[in-house]
């Protein structure tokens, strides 16, 4: 199996919450990183989405960082929400 990993950096203007994390995270840039299998089995190459992660600041120590495990639609619906806020 072969797997491939895609890093972004993705800046939210604003404060805001994504599914499945409890807090309110503050604007600022964030590394997303998307894990990707390849699916062996066809005659051309196909990628499948296996995970979502998100580098977030620790909660309990101040300075830290933290990867927790997101859902992409969630990402994109809280990016569109951030660019729908108004200042």
């Given at each position: 199996?072969?797997?491939?990993?895609?890093?972004?950096?993705?800046?939210?203007?604003?404060?805001?919450?994504?599914?499945?994390i409890a807090r309110?995270?503050?604007?600022?840039?964030?590394e997303v990183v998307t894990d990707?299998?390849?699916i062996e089995e066809l005659s051309f190459p196909v990628w499948r989405r296996v995970a979502t992660l998100i580098t977030v600041p620790s909660e309990s120590l101040r300075g830290a960082t933290e990867r927790l495990a997101i859902g992409s639609v969630d990402l994109a619906d809280a990016q569109a929400a951030d660019r729908e806020r108004r200042p």
């Open positions: 199996m072969t797997i491939r990993s895609r890093h972004e950096t993705v800046t939210f203007k604003h404060p805001f919450h994504l599914r499945g309110q995270l503050p604007a600022g840039a964030y990707e299998e390849m």
